[in-house]
């Protein structure tokens, strides 16, 4: 086990694993957010659906058992992919790596995976602040209470998630630092889906080149999503 935590092939395997992991939160993550777009399409009031998800991701007993183990998630990923890049520079010294800038052939997300991912990890900063620490801590801001339909049970009281978020989303350079860490996120996730299942073992040609496909499908969905959230609450919303 000490091993696992230890060699080269152990940290890139934790590091595939939690990375998949997070991936199906955000894609979880990114179906709440839309409810921000899309209460004039059910039938409710706006604000109505966001709230209820953010109800129902607050107060729902699995979620509350899930959310440690999600962060503990993310930062195992960030720990993992920092030490491992730092090993491989170490490793390279002056040389360029196999994967590096003058090399043919070799896709641009997977010779930066490291300044994307610090650029994530300052846009995941911008979102803790701003959104996160708020609504859980009332940390910066407490929302207010608000009225919403919830899981066909009627009306319930709860917190007004929608209106802190919208009055974020009214700042243009706070959208602005979501579309750009959006496609940030687009780019590190298109490498880093098919490169966790190559670390784990499912890499040949066939599925590898699915997975390649798959993973640009789910990338730039997950990424442009955000952004497009980000944007339509700026137009249409505010």
Known sequence: MANLFSSSIGKKLIMSLSGLFLILFLLIHLTINSFLLLDGVFGFEEGQMFNAGAHFMGTFPLIKIVEPILGLGFLIHIVYSLILSFQ?????????????????????????????????????????????LKIKFGIGGHPAEAEFPYLGTGMVHGEDAYALVNAAF????????????????????????????????????????????????????IGLGFAVIAVGQYLFFQ
């Open 88 to 132: 491989n520079m170490k490793a390279r010294g002056s040389a360029k790596y196999a994967s590096g800038s003058k090399t043919q052939d070799v896709e641009w997300t997977s010779k930066n995976m490291l300044p994307l991912g610090i650029a994530l990890l300052a846009f995941l900063a911008v979102h803790l602040v701003n959104f996160w």
């Open 170 to 221: 009214g700042n243009i350079l706070l959208v602005l630092c979501y579309v750009v860490g959006s496609i940030a996120l687009a780019f590190h996730l298109s490498h880093g889906f098919w490169s966790s299942f190559q670390t784990i073992g499912w890499n040949n040609q066939i599925w590898m080149q699915r997975l390649k496909v798959i993973g640009n499908i789910i990338a730039w969905v």
